[in-house]
């Protein structure tokens, strides 16, 4: 059974600080991994999926490593902002064929950002 | 657009109520889900919609009704809920079977049964 881990469970920052987000998983036969942000009371965004044969994927101050064999992701966020400040979500997806495309979520990383 | 609509963003119902929830997508997706999340923990999966066709039921309880009258809507229907169903209920909708199957969330409705 998937089991996905995300550490820490929360964290709080000064305005421009480097940052990485850490998330791990049991079973590394996952078809995609994404990284979600979710405002309190809001729904999920996406932010950035890394396919199983990539390593990593950029966005803007965002960028996304994955490390299949080991079983973990990262998410690095550059000088952060107090926009930044949300709940940070990981999530791996099976192939479509095998459990419908069913995302596995972490229980989140609260990430606070003080200016 | 990248964009999935949830209607309404909130909803208060009495437990003898029967109610629907609305999700669309315009992304030609062919695979819809229902996710149930309660505070402070993640989503977790209730339906999944294929092709129009529903492929997963995560045991839900019958009071949870889903359909999926076409390829861009998926509704959920409730009827005799508990207070203990009180949650945001979010849709996603992905494209199997091609490329990275992204999924994409809708901003969720807030459900309080009283």
């Known amino acids: 059974k998937q089991e996905v881990t995300q550490i820490p469970a929360a964290l709080s920052v000064p305005e421009g600080e480097n940052l990485v987000l850490n998330c791990s998983f049991t079973?590394?036969?996952?078809?995609?991994l994404q990284w979600f942000r979710q405002d309190p009371g809001k729904g999920l965004t996406s932010l950035l999926l890394?396919?199983?044969?990539?390593r990593e994927q950029t966005s803007g101050r965002l960028n996304a490593s994955l490390d299949k064999s080991s079983g973990r992701s990262t998410l690095y966020i550059a000088a952060s902002q107090p926009g930044d400040s949300a709940t940070y979500l990981c999530?791996?997806?099976?192939?479509?064929?095998?459990?419908?495309?069913?995302?596995?979520f972490g229980q989140g990383t609260e990430l606070s950002v003080k200016p | 657009d990248t964009e999935v609509t949830q209607t309404p963003k909130h909803l208060v119902m009495g437990m003898t109520n029967k109610k629907s929830l609305k999700c669309e997508q315009h992304?030609?997706?062919?695979?819809m889900y229902w996710y149930k999340q309660k505070a402070k923990k993640p989503p977790e999966l209730m339906f999944v919609?294929?092709?129009?066709?529903?492929?997963i039921n995560e045991s839900v309880p019958s009071r949870f009704s889903p359909e999926c009258p076409n390829s861009s809507l998926l509704n959920l229907h409730l009827h005799a809920l508990q207070p203990e169903d009180s949650a945001l209920y979010l849709c996603?909708?992905?494209?199997?079977?091609?490329?990275?199957?992204?999924?994409?969330f809708g901003q969720g409705t807030r459900l309080t049964v009283v």
């Open positions: 996603a909708s992905s494209q199997p079977g091609q490329g990275a199957n992204e999924a994409f």
């Open positions: 079973d590394s036969a996952i078809y995609n």
């Open positions: 890394i396919q199983s044969s990539q």
């Open positions: 999530a791996v997806g099976p192939p479509f064929y095998n459990q419908g495309g069913k995302l596995i």
């Open positions: 992304m030609g997706h062919r695979a």
């Open positions: 919609y294929s092709y129009e066709k529903l492929s």
